[in-house]
């Protein structure tokens, strides 16, 4: 444990690293949007938005994100001596097994609810998401599993701690009795440094979810915004206290346990004097010791408030910003010079009349013998809605090509 952790290849070649970021990013981001549209009007329009575009960025920085603490946890587990994890191979197994069923029964509890989301006009949308899903969840497992290795090593050492002479470093004789306060020592900061990096992970992965949820439900809102009780704000919210709670049980009892085990250790190695008063050298030496493992900062605290709070403040920020957001058919109207009036008396709003498509009936008003102007509004892809010159009558016709 005393060694220096050695750096993966890739750290360092910093330009070849953002290269490969930036382009696994776009990468991701225009595979989880290839062939989305189905060809019709509404769907074109759905593909050009950039309510689904957002969501194309959201779900390709997941999907990066995701890969990138999947490598970071193997690299991890592949080094595990060096933070702390002094397990055997044949348990490390065990867990990554465990935690792959345990993410296993989630995926399909998540599948499972994901059925009774409302559809978007593009295709495949659940494979599309459920993909985005998947592969945040199987970064999962490694992290999963060193949260358990971990937290078995705060159980072991609580045996270590015991053995260790009641008399404190102190009353030490030989250098093997001070080097097993050491050693101990050491292992209680590699293990902490592991917490901090796995609920980071799991902040981080709960945040992008969050987000990518947000996004789905902001791009649903654009494309049918007179059915958003279809996809409420509570949907969003609930899906992160879903997730602050997965992941307080998952950290909050590894962060407790290591807490008692530091805990512990000073008392052991500085126990306070059998006449109860403390001198001078041994409250500086005591203090150092609690400075050093940090228990003078609330680790619970902190954990709880990142554990549980920044999920819900992500879920909320994300209701603030969707809670208006416009729809294609509102967009239509502000700047389509009233073309969508004309489309509802053809049959109603624009969600309403492409849903069908690309056979909805055209309503045609008898038309004068004055020429025709061709508007096209961005917001429509390729449709064209001709408009009469005539005062008196006019013709208004949707054609989507």
């Not at 000073?266 to 006449?275: F, K, N, Q």
């Amino acid at each position: 444990m005393g060694t220096a952790r050695p750096h993966p290849w890739w750290r360092k070649w910093p330009p070849l690293l953002t290269v490969a970021t930036v382009g696994f990013l776009i990468a991701a981001s225009g595979l989880v949007g290839i062939r989305a549209s189905t060809g019709t009007a509404l769907s074109k329009a759905f593909v050009a938005d950039n309510q689904w575009l957002i969501w194309r960025a959201a779900a390709g920085a997941t999907v990066l994100l995701s890969v990138m603490l999947l490598v970071y946890a193997v690299e991890i587990l592949r080094t595990s001596k060096h933070w702390g994890l002094v397990s055997s191979t044949r348990r490390l197994w065990l867990y990554l097994v465990l935690a792959a069923v345990g993410v296993l029964i989630f995926w399909l509890a998540l599948f499972l609810g994901a059925r009774h989301l409302p559809g978007l006009p593009i295709r495949g949308q659940h494979v599309r998401t459920g993909m985005v899903q998947t592969i945040a969840l199987i970064a999962s497992v490694p992290w999963l599993a060193i949260v358990w290795l971990a937290g078995t090593e705060c159980t072991d050492l609580k045996e270590k701690i015991l053995a260790l002479p009641a008399d404190g470093l102190d009353a030490a004789k030989t250098p093997v009795e001070r080097k097993q306060y050491g050693d101990i020592i050491r292992q209680l900061l590699e293990l902490r440094r592991l917490l901090m990096k796995s609920v980071t992970a799991f902040v981080l992965g709960v945040v992008a979810a969050i987000v990518t949820t947000g996004a789905l439900r902001a791009a649903f809102l654009s494309a049918y915004p007179a059915r958003a009780d279809q996809f409420p704000v509570a949907a969003v919210l609930l899906y992160g206290g879903l997730f602050a709670a997965v992941l307080s049980v998952i950290t909050l009892p590894l962060a407790a346990s290591w807490w008692e085990r530091a805990r512990q250790v000073v008392e052991r190695t500085y126990p306070l004097p059998p006449d109860g008063q403390p001198s001078e050298a041994w409250m500086s030496a005591r203090t150092r010791l609690e400075h050093l493992l940090r228990l003078d900062v609330s680790l619970l605290a902190y954990l709880t408030a990142v554990s549980i709070l920044a999920p819900l403040i992500t879920a909320v920020t994300r209701r603030t910003l969707t809670a208006r957001a416009p729809g294609l058919s509102g967009v239509l109207r502000a700047s389509g010079r009233g073309s969508s009036d004309r489309a509802s008396r053809c049959g109603g709003g624009l969600d309403r009349r492409l849903t069908h498509e690309p056979r909805r009936r055209c309503q045609r008003l008898r038309a004068s013998d004055a020429g025709a102007t061709s508007v096209r509004s961005p917001w429509i892809g390729r449709a064209d809605w001709q408009v009469s010159g005539s005062l008196r009558s006019r013709e208004t016709c949707f054609e989507a090509r």
